[in-house]
């Protein structure tokens, strides 16, 4: 009886979840946040289906629990490798994808979408792909590759436009933060204002409201982001979660040129991305009230985290701002062991760490036992190793 119930309570959260997503669009996050923490809750439970799980997963993305969204989508995937039912993996890792990316663990992020992108292609999910790709350009973005994401924005939109309009959102999302990077503040504003206007502004991107703000300040026009911020802290207030207080602190100190928020901001990120983009801005508010030798304790805290994301237009802006302060500082080395591998060797590697043989990492991938042998015989030499029990000795962790 106690596992019928928990069923029902799945179903009904659920169910209630989608019914919420209709306030989250019109901006009503006090009618929302409820259901859709039931329905996280829900998707922890035994007894849910996968449409369930992923009803879970959108609803942490929407409350910006990234971490329990993650632990959500992991059980999901587990469950969809026992039971062979490949066509759900893309949508599940489509979710860790995205929190991922905003937890800031871009090569986690990348791992994921190069599985569910070879599945849908296999499967001829068009959309689906283009959907998956969306992030790729807010990735590609945040790492500083220009090239590759304006040429995935090219190939996604007009697939995306009119038929998905979160996809639209974090594609326009990626140019804005490309632009902004790259101190080409008009751009961003009008990319970032787009995403923030537009019918997925009280979606998961409504996160770019933070990313809209330095925009909007930096070109001169702090008055026209005024509804954003005020939407932005009716969201905030409501799903009530470290990242959505951080961000929302990080708006009022770019706004408010207040210290009290860029310090109250650092108390509460755990992403490394987001972290690393307030201590940068804080850094460039210290040197400008030439508190020297705090701005360069920020600055130089943002460099390494910048540095170790591989986030290369980011750590270059905080290059030029210590340069500014009569530093010269080099690029700290990255201390990813994984960063060399490309996404499928990722995938192989840290299952490997975990003690799999290649024929029970073969099961799991649907790959040969040959390919993964490959695939490991091309990872070892990058990583520095010569035998699979060296693996673990990396710290290398199941990715999923």
């Known amino acids: 009886m106690g596992e019928l119930r928990l069923t029902d309570f799945a179903l009904r959260a659920s169910a209630q979840a989608q019914i919420s997503w209709g306030d989250v669009l019109a901006g009503r996050p006090e009618h929302a946040a409820g259901p859709l923490r039931d329905a996280l809750k829900a998707g922890r439970e035994p007894g849910g289906d996968f449409v369930h799980r992923v009803v879970a997963g959108f609803s942490g993305l929407m409350l910006a629990e990234d971490a329990e969204t993650v632990a959500v989508l992991e059980l999901m995937l587990a469950e969809v490798r026992a039971?062979?039912?490949?066509?759900?993996?893309?949508y599940a890792q489509e979710v860790v994808?995205?929190?991922?990316?905003?937890?800031g663990d871009f090569l986690t992020a990348q791992t994921c979408l190069a599985e569910a992108v070879a599945l849908s292609s296999e499967f001829g999910m068009d959309v689906e792909v283009a959907v998956l790709r969306a992030t790729s350009v807010w990735l590609a973005a945040v790492t500083g590759d220009d090239e590759r994401c304006r040429a995935l924005a090219a190939e996604v939109l007009p697939v995306l436009e009119g038929r998905h309009a979160v996809g639209v959102a974090l594609t326009s999302w990626g140019l804005g933060l490309l632009d902004l990077a790259a101190g080409r503040y008009g751009a961003a504003f009008d990319a970032l204002h787009a995403v923030c206007t537009g019918p997925a502004r009280y979606d998961f991107?409504?996160?770019?409201?933070?990313?809209?703000?330095?925009a909007a300040v930096r070109d001169g026009r702090p008055e026209q982001v005024a509804d954003q911020?005020?939407?932005?802290?009716?969201?905030a207030a409501h799903v009530d979660s470290p990242v959505a207080t951080a961000l929302l602190h990080r708006c009022h100190a770019v706004l408010q040129d207040s210290e009290e928020h860029y310090r109250a901001a650092l108390d509460l990120h755990y992403s490394r991305f987001d972290l690393a983009?307030?201590?940068?801005l804080y850094g460039e508010w210290l040197r400008r009230r030439r508190r020297r030798g705090e701005a360069r304790t920020e600055l130089t805290a943002a460099l390494t985290g910048f540095s170790r994301l591989g986030a290369a237009t980011w750590e270059a802006r905080a290059t030029s701002e210590l340069t500014a302060l009569g530093e010269r500082p080099s690029s700290p080395v990255a201390d990813d062991p994984l960063k060399d591998l490309t996404p499928q060797e990722v995938q192989v590697v840290r299952l490997a760490a975990?003690?799999?043989?290649?024929?029970?990492?073969?099961?799991?991938?649907?790959?040969?036992?040959r390919t993964i042998g490959h695939h490991l015989y091309r990872a070892y030499p990058k990583l520095g190793v010569t035998?699979?029990?060296e693996l673990a000795q990396l710290g290398l962790g199941r990715l999923t």
Do not use: H
């Open 83 to 90: 039971s062979g039912a490949l066509t759900w993996i893309p």
């Open 97 to 103: 994808a995205l929190a991922q990316a905003f937890r």
């Open 205 to 214: 991107p409504i996160r770019a409201v933070a990313d809209l703000v330095e």
């Open 229 to 235: 911020v005020t939407g932005f802290e009716r969201w």
């Open 277 to 280: 983009r307030t201590r940068l």
């Open 354 to 369: 975990t003690g799999l043989s290649n024929k029970e990492i073969g099961a799991q991938l649907f790959l040969s036992p």
């Open 387 to 389: 035998r699979r029990i």
